[in-house]
């Protein structure tokens, strides 16, 4: 597979099914938000990704003669953690312009996480302000198997309540707790995410997220500087296959992909290098022998959960947008609600961003 190559993953269609707009469940009277519940169409099919050009917002901030000019009227500025995440108040994100846009980038880049309380007028802008939104800082991903709602592919949607779940979610395992970066297997996956919740329990349902630029800084130079050698396989395969199977709605929009990224990876405005590896969707590392492959791969997800001093936790507000960089951050979200019968209803906003750049400059990336 040549460097830009998309290898594609064809598997065998099910049988048509019935077309399944919002369940039952989901459409009582009142709902503020009924028009952005998920819906499924099986005949909604999308052609393969390919490649497009993305220019980073965050590098013209760094001409700004104060970065941070955005933020300067906030009425309250604090890390969350020293190594990941600023919560801001006082901010309107549906008021900034391009310079304000372009130096929210930036920020996101430097701290990987930043959150916005008290962002109503954002939530309740509708379908035209979510794409304008974020098309501002790249090609907006429609993803392959996960609700969207009805007009709007371009709006990843979680969702469940009481009677029914269409999340990727795993009743078999011990922990609801998976840490990933979203869709990691295309070819160039997210930079700055927007995510909100328009519906949350009264407890529970937070995001964990984890600063895979401080949790590489953690291991010892020498295993850095393999780590640098190495690229591993990152696969939409399972996910494609759960939602065949029947779970989240059971549609395929596009067809499953796999792509070869770097296990450490820069960011192309602020020259950080990152882990990029998930359990989610990273299958192997190129040129090793399984047994190596597993054992270093377990290894860093071993690292990365247990590294509670590069993680944030973020309680989830009403009218709280959370923006961070798919590509120095990793996340999960926490099922811990489920006995409430609760509904938790959040939206992404998923602009592509570059290909991975790998921090050990000329690795081949070819398969």
Do not use: C
């Amino acid at each position: 597979m040549s460097a830009t190559e998309t290898q594609t993953v064809t598997q065998n269609e099910p049988e048509a099914a019935t077309l399944r707009l919002r369940p039952a469940a989901q459409t009582e009277d009142g709902y503020k938000y009924a028009h952005l519940l998920p819906v499924f169409d099986p005949n909604e099919h999308f052609p393969p990704l390919v490649p497009y050009d993305h220019v980073d917002p965050g590098a013209r901030a760094l001409q700004h003669a104060d970065p941070r000019a955005f933020i300067a009227n906030a009425t309250r500025i604090s890390d969350i953690t020293p190594h990941l995440g600023t919560e801001i108040d006082g901010v309107q994100l549906t008021q900034l312009d391009n310079d304000g846009r372009d130096e929210l980038a930036l920020l996101v880049a430097q701290r990987g996480l930043v959150v916005f309380r008290n962002q109503q007028e954002f939530l309740d802008r509708g379908a035209d302000w979510y794409r304008e939104w974020g098309s501002y800082f790249g090609r907006l991903h429609v993803h392959p198997t996960s609700g969207h709602p009805e007009g709007l592919p371009e709006l990843h949607l979680v969702y469940r309540d009481a009677n029914s779940t269409f999340n990727f979610e795993r009743s078999e395992r011990i922990s609801t707790t998976l840490w990933h970066s979203d869709v990691s297997y295309e070819l160039q996956p997210p930079g700055l995410t927007t995510f909100f919740l328009l519906s949350q329990p009264t407890t529970g349902g937070d995001t964990l997220f984890l600063s895979q630029v401080a949790a590489l800084k953690r291991l010892s130079p020498q295993f850095v500087a393999f780590l640098r050698t190495l690229k591993a396989v990152h696969s939409g395969v399972e996910q494609a296959n759960y939602s065949r199977s029947g779970n989240r709605g059971g549609v395929v929009r596009r067809e499953p992909v796999e792509h070869v990224h770097p296990v450490i990876r820069k960011h192309p405005v602020t020259g950080q290098e990152a882990l990029y590896v998930n359990k989610q969707f990273t299958t192997r590392i190129v040129g090793l022998k399984i047994e190596e492959s597993e054992t270093i791969l377990n290894f860093l997800y071993q690292h990365m959960a247990a590294s509670g001093d590069v993680q944030a936790r973020v309680r989830w507000e009403p009218n709280t947008v959370v923006l961070w960089d798919n590509r120095v951050t990793a996340h999960s979200a926490q099922v811990d609600y489920g006995e409430s019968k609760e509904r938790r209803h959040g939206a992404r906003i998923t602009p592509q961003a570059e290909r991975p750049i790998p921090a050990l400059d000329g690795l081949d990336l070819t398969l």
